[in-house]
């Protein structure tokens, strides 16, 4: 499927590459930094590593943090024999009290850069009633703060959980894959501050060469459970500007497992209110064709 | 650090870094690796088992304030019905049924445009919603829906009043009628066409909850405002409108699956059992009560309050349905273990 747009310019975007995040959050760091990001509370989750909890108004960033008693791939620790210790998870009991002895040693740590998908089929466009949200010519999606009036739709419209309203200013934000610098040749701040490229940015069609050829070297490795996401064409909201490799189900690192734009549904939608319509007005008609009481 | 870049000739400077491998390939033997490699699929049948990052939710929580949308779904499902009730006693010669309903009409198209102003972020660019025709968006149509039908409303409502221009009032009732089905309905893709569970899968059944919910309120209003020598349309509208609001939002609950269950639970399950109390209560009274003009009009207060319970009910079902990621995980997940193992056997 061509991704180019009318005037003939590739279409742009990310391929995050999770396998090799090391969870610096300089992605985070460098995206408030140059979109000027205003801070949004120094919380403590205490849930992981993750104090951000999720991406909005003012998170377009995200570093996710899954902690799982599994081995990566064919990882061998050399630890998870009898007698050896616990490699000590934070947890409220003493180390390796709940563990079975097959279990000890076998740890590890998933994380991913979440960010705005930038859709084919975007919902938050297809639903915003001012016209703020629109495809660019890169075929990202951005939001135009100048006219966006705050009615909140797009948010519950996105299967992704990624737009959302800025309190104290009543509009929305969200990642706009750095429109200011990838018109200029720039690439966006996150992908320039990564320091492992597991944010890559460039043409879509290249990056999704480079990870196909990424998953297979991963998979000959024994890295089974590598896959690719949100880089099919024919899925639900016709492919991901931004795409993924995860280690493990979608869902482990909160992302929908199977998304759909949700206008897919809204020509039918229309049918049904239209026939709920006539249907009223029949029904109120018919409430005045008895006697004269 | 990161010195790669994005020239017109391809990318130049990228770090092999990133070609790094996890794990530490061939220590493992190739029976562990099988071992390994087989894990299990299978998930329980009541999808308590999904996948979630800390218990969070998927999509973002819905910003909008309980008061302010749950009165303008219920204010324009109210206005748009009673149109259509004013537009029908008018042709019928029943001015003392036509004349409320035109007042009831302004004044709850009136709070429902108040209401989803008040509710925008920056409320002062609420023209910002006539700045483009948008079919995709069921709240630019309903914006423009609105902008009709208002201004219809209101001359319907002050020629009543004034007794001026009566051949353009009853031109306006009749108009503000037919798009009064509209106004009605437009409501039901507004929330269903989100990503929020409870309303995306209920969107075949929701705009005839919506009209059938409007027209008991636009009929229990008739029942308090009109005398029972006028009120018969407004009476059978009321019992009509009640006795399918409930079948209609039961069928809604029991066919959208498993974000159907958030329709019984906290807030939203506490009101839309009021809704079906008050809603059968109403009923039963204007039926029972038709000779009296008071038991009439406590039954209509009653559909009234039903009808605002159940915009309530759909609301808060929806937010209860957003904030646990079971509702959006799992369906999604049934449906992607279904396509694969269709493939399978391909």
Redesign the interface.
């Known amino acids: 499927m061509s991704t180019d747009n009318d005037e003939g310019t590739p279409r742009l975007g990310f391929f995050t590459?999770t396998?090799?995040c090391i969870g610096c959050k300089?992605c985070e760091v460098a995206c408030k930094e140059w979109n000027l990001v205003p801070e949004d509370g120094l919380d403590f989750t205490g849930?992981?590593f993750d104090n951000t909890?999720?991406?909005?108004a003012d998170s377009w960033r995200h570093v996710?943090f899954?902690e799982q008693r599994e081995?990566?791939?064919?990882?061998?620790t050399g630890l998870g024999r009898k007698d050896t210790v616990d490699l000590g998870m934070p947890s409220f009991e003493l180390p390796g009290a709940s563990a079975a002895p097959e279990d000890r040693g076998e740890f590890r740590w998933l994380m991913s850069s979440d960010v705005c998908k930038h859709c084919t089929h975007a919902?938050c466009v297809?639903?915003?009633?001012?016209?703020?949200l629109f495809h660019t010519e890169f075929d990202t999606v951005v939001v135009q703060e100048d006219?966006?009036?705050?009615?909140?739709?797009c948010?519950?419209?996105?299967?992704?959980?990624?737009?959302?309203?800025r309190e104290d200013?009543?509009?929305?934000w969200k990642c706009t894959l750095c429109y200011d610098r990838i018109g200029d040749?720039l690439?966006p701040a996150c992908?320039?501050?990564?320091?492992?490229?597991?944010i890559?940015?460039?043409d879509l069609d290249?990056l999704r060469e480079r990870a196909a050829q990424?998953l297979e070297?991963?998979h000959e490795?024994?890295?089974?459970?590598a896959r690719l996401y949100g880089d099919d064409p024919e899925d639900g909201v016709g492919g991901n500007g931004a795409f993924f490799l995860l280690l493990?189900?979608p869902?482990?690192?909160?992302?929908?497992?199977?998304?759909v734009v949700?206008?897919r549904?809204?020509p039918?939608?229309?049918r049904?209110?239209?026939?709920?319509?006539?249907?009223?007005?029949a029904?109120?008609?018919?409430?005045?064709l008895?006697?004269?009481? | 650090m990161n010195t790669s870049d994005v020239t017109e000739q391809g990318i130049r400077g990228q770090r092999p870094d990133r070609e790094a491998m996890t794990g530490a390939a061939g220590v493992v033997s190739e029976q562990q690796r099988r071992e390994r490699d087989a894990r299990p699929g299978e998930r329980s049948a009541d999808g308590s088992d999904f996948a979630s990052y800390y218990g969070k939710p998927v999509i973002n929580r819905i910003v909008w304030e309980a008061p302010a949308i749950g009165g303008y779904l219920f204010l324009g499902g109210l206005a748009g019905a009673s149109s259509a009730l004013a537009a029908g006693a008018e042709l019928t010669g029943r001015p003392d049924l036509a004349r409320p309903m035109r007042y009831t009409a302004l004044a709850a198209i009136s709070g429902s445009t108040a209401a989803l102003v008040y509710d925008l972020g920056r409320p002062e660019r609420f023209l910002n919603m006539l700045r483009v025709f948008k079919p995709s968006s069921p709240m630019s149509m309903g914006s423009w829906i609105l902008a009709g039908y208002g201004p219809l409303a209101g001359v319907a409502a002050v020629t009543s009043l004034t007794g001026w221009f009566p051949r353009i009032g009853r031109l306006a009732t009749y108009g503000s009628g037919a798009m009064g089905a509209l106004v009605t309905t437009y409501t039901a893709p507004l929330v269903c066409d989100t990503a929020v569970p409870a309303w995306h899968e209920g969107y075949r059944y929701m705009p005839f909850v919506f009209a059938s919910s409007a027209v008991a309120a636009a009929g229990g209003t008739g029942l308090i405002a009109a005398p029972t020598a006028q009120s018969g349309p407004a009476r059978r509208a009321a019992v009509g409108g009640a006795l399918a609001e409930t079948a209609l939002a039961t069928a809604m609950e029991h066919r959208m699956g498993l974000p159907g269950e958030t329709y019984k639970q906290g807030r939203a399950g506490a009101f839309m059992r009021a809704a079906q109390t008050l809603m059968s209560a109403g009923a039963a009274g204007a039926v029972l009560g038709r000779r009296s003009r008071v038991v009439s009009a406590l039954s209509g207060a009653a559909l009234v309050a039903g009808s605002a319970c159940t915009r309530l009910g759909v609301f808060h079902a929806g937010v209860q349905s957003q904030e646990d990621p079971k509702y959006t995980v799992v369906p999604q997940r049934r449906r992607l273990d279904a396509r694969e193992r269709g493939k399978d056997t391909q």
């Open positions: 590459d396998s090799v300089a849930m992981s909890g999720g991406l909005g996710a899954v081995p990566l791939g064919h990882q061998e919902a297809d639903v915003c009633p001012t016209g703020a006219i966006c009036n705050g009615c909140g739709y948010i519950p419209a996105c299967p992704y959980g990624v737009i959302d309203r200013d009543g509009r929305v040749g690439e992908a320039k501050a990564c320091p492992t490229d597991s890559q940015f460039g290249e990424r070297n991963l490795e024994g890295v089974s459970s493990d189900e869902e482990v690192y909160g992302l929908p497992p199977d998304p949700t206008t549904d809204l039918s939608m229309w049904h209110a239209g026939v709920a319509a006539a249907t009223m007005l029904g109120v008609a018919a409430t005045f008895g006697g004269r009481r």
